[in-house]
Nanobody
């Protein structure tokens, strides 16, 4: 049974930073792709960033490029999303998702991922 648990969300002022964590369990190996998605009230879920398992290549949505960084610590079975220079429009529930045995990751098809976390709220407001 795959399980993903997000943490690290909270309330931050514009320009501030947060680091989200996605703790992964239940996978036989570290060979899985991870995606971070977010959903704001009244909006569709959108892909934010993802990291592959083959070469740790990464992808970012244009709206977060240069501000967000995704990384993984295989020893801890955890993927991180470092978010800097946060803006009010970054406010959303953030979810991590996993696809086992995948050498690449995608941002445009959330159906690509087979396991999802419960989400963590990020609120950017003064």
């Amino acid at each position: 049974q795959f399980q993903l648990v997000e943490s690290g969300g909270g309330l931050v002022q514009p320009g501030g930073s947060l680091r989200l964590s996605c703790a992964v369990s239940g996978f036989i190996s570290n060979y899985y792709a991870i995606g971070w998605f977010r959903q704001a009230p009244g909006k569709e879920r959108e892909g934010v960033s993802c990291i592959s398992s083959f070469d740790d290549s990464t992808r970012y949505a244009d709206s977060v490029k240069g501000r967000f960084t995704i990384s993984r610590d295989n020893a801890k079975n955890t993927v991180y999303l470092q978010m800097n220079s946060l803006k009010p429009e970054d406010t959303a529930v953030y979810y991590c998702a996993a696809r086992p045995s995948s050498a690449y990751c995608v941002l445009t098809r959330d159906a690509f991922y087979s396991a999802w976390g419960q989400g963590t709220q990020v609120t950017v407001s003064s």
